[in-house]
């Protein structure tokens, strides 16, 4: 992106819910957790998630596959696993190409 | 999950909180990530995943049906990648490996 650009984690996103909301900076950053927390919890037991207006996480299954070591050429079965997509809804769309 | 039974989760966890209270802590929390990529910037949140906005260029794309040739303008689009652990809870493996990049942090308590 551009040389103003950085990096938000969850100190960020903690500092503004003690900003906007006035809980202490500790229960802030708890009640960021616990936010991630049950959207994990949610996921792991095959629950999808809706956020309106944000996206939505799904949960697919992928079958096994044959995959190929690249680097040796030796071909390896891929398990069946389970991997997260995130769709991301109009309204997030729209608002990151407002400002260009 | 809906953002609703979010936030009823969340206040059946913290009963000593407003329900507007936790509405409004999930609010924030979505409307900094969203704002975050509105400006270029990156989210990481170790453990769960790290969302960022990828450019695309203007191309001269096809209507797959006419045939027609249609221009595309450059957009950027936000992209997920999900973290180390929840990857692993979701795959049911085991998060016990020290040199792990979540190992500061347990996010979540694997149900297993």
Redesign the interface.
């Known amino acids: ?2 040389d ?7 100190a ?2 903690a500092e ?2 003690y900003e ?2 006035g ?1 202490s900076r500790n229960e ?1 950053s708890d ?15 095959g ?9 939505s ?1 799904s ?1 697919r299954e992928k079958g096994e596959r044959i995959g190929r070591n690249p680097k040796t050429g030796v071909e390896v079965p891929i398990s069946p ?4 997509v ?1 769709r ?1 809804s109009h309204v ?2 729209d ?6 | 999950m809906t953002k609703s039974e979010l936030i009823q989760r969340l206040a059946e966890r913290n009963p000593h909180l407003y329900l507007r209270d936790v509405e409004k802590i999930v609010d924030t929390v979505f409307d900094e990530i969203t704002g975050a990529l509105a400006n270029g910037d990156r989210v990481e949140l170790r453990g769960f995943g790290a969302f960022s906005v990828k450019e695309r260029e203007a191309r001269t794309g096809r209507n797959p049906r006419t045939g027609e040739t249609v221009q595309v303008e450059a957009k950027r689009l936000p992209f997920f990648k999900t973290g180390k652990a929840l990857r692993e809870a979701l795959n049911n493996e085991k998060d016990d490996s020290q040199s792990s990049e979540d190992s500061f942090y347990s996010p979540f308590s694997t149900s297993d």
């Open positions: 992106m551009d103003t650009s950085r990096t938000i984690t969850r960020d996103l503004s819910v906007q909301v809980l802030s009640l960021v957790e616990q936010v991630l927390d049950e959207i994990s919890n949610t996921l792991v037991s629950e999808n998630v809706k956020i309106s207006s944000f996206g996480f949960v696993r389970k991997v997260l995130f991301a997030l769309k608002r990151i190409n407002e400002k260009q």
